[in-house]
């Protein structure tokens, strides 16, 4: 796993547990449950070292589940004018009998704008898209692991939720700001990315003229 990767599935794993925290916690007194859950101090290394290695796997999960919900409830997360200007223009600059339009034809608009993208875009484009993907997906995985966390931490503590209540909601609250914010900044930067990608394809379309094969590459 790579360490970028490594690091948002880490950082996503984390934000369960801090939701979970923030909606189980508050309400219990700390210092009793605190020797409940750990006792000796051991068992407080052994209880953070497994949240610190089990958060990236939880992270991947969530995330995992985050991207499946997505495609299953909203369709694909890649579905801008780039995509269907990318797969229609190759369409039409191939003859009818052309084998690369039987490939093209049977291709998702997202595959045939990626592989263009990548085969001819410029590294340090493709490289600042990627940033701003990848703040997309954080928004997404974030918002999973929130909604994840908090859900459990509430169930967790069903038989003195109403008491703890009160003193709950605004961590609950608080947290799901957080993940608001995240969301709408990765909502942001998908924007700015589909539109970028959007300039680059008209440029790349109208610098190859007629004909673009999908088995040369053009990388400037």
């Not at 996503?12 to 605190?34: C, N, V």
């Not at 992270?59 to 495609?71: H, S």
Request: contains cysteine.
């Amino acid at each position: 796993m790579e360490t970028g990767l490594l690091s948002r599935t880490s950082m996503t794993g984390w934000m369960a547990f801090l939701a979970f925290a923030a909606a189980y916690l508050p309400g219990h007194d700390l210092a009793r449950l605190g020797q409940a859950l750990f006792g000796r101090g051991f068992e407080v290394i052994a209880v953070a070292l497994l949240s610190v290695v089990s958060a990236p796997f939880f992270g991947w999960l969530i995330g995992t589940l985050a991207i499946a919900g997505l495609y299953l409830f909203c369709g694909h997360p890649y579905r801008g004018e780039a995509r269907k200007e990318a797969k229609q223009a190759l369409l039409t600059r191939h003859a009818p009998t052309s084998p690369e339009k039987d490939i093209i034809s049977a291709m998702q608009p997202d595959d045939v704008f990626s592989y263009l993208f990548n085969s001819c875009g410029p590294r340090d484009l493709r490289n600042w898209c990627r940033r701003r993907r990848s703040t997309q997906f954080i928004g997404y995985n974030w918002t999973a692991a929130t909604v994840v966390g908090v859900v459990v931490g509430l169930v967790g503590d069903w038989r003195t939720l109403g008491p703890h209540l009160p003193a709950k909601l605004p961590w609950i609250v608080g947290i799901l700001l957080v993940c608001s914010a995240t969301l709408w900044v990765g909502m942001i930067a998908a924007r700015e990315c589909e539109r970028v990608e959007l300039l680059w394809l008209r440029r790349f379309l109208r610098q190859c003229g007629k004909e673009i094969s999908i088995t040369e590459s053009q990388e400037e």
